[in-house]
């Protein structure tokens, strides 16, 4: 049997997280379970590194959008 890595976001926390399930998804940041079907799937593929890389891209992402809106929104407020 193939494990296939599926990268998703908890839709309670919004934690980026690979899960190999196919049912659902215990999210390791809020504990909350959530049917795998209801998450959107970002990225899957069957290689465990890939899957970890993708991932860690995602966050970065994140990271920088975030980032970019606490910025736009001080200059609004200033
Ligand atoms: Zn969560």
Redesign the pocket.
Known sequence: MVLVYKLVR?S????FQVTTSEKSLK?Q??Q?SKVLSSLKIFYRTEDGRDAARKLSELKEEEAIKKEKFSMEFSHYTR
């Open positions: 908890c309670n926390c919004g934690l999210c940041k809020c909350k």
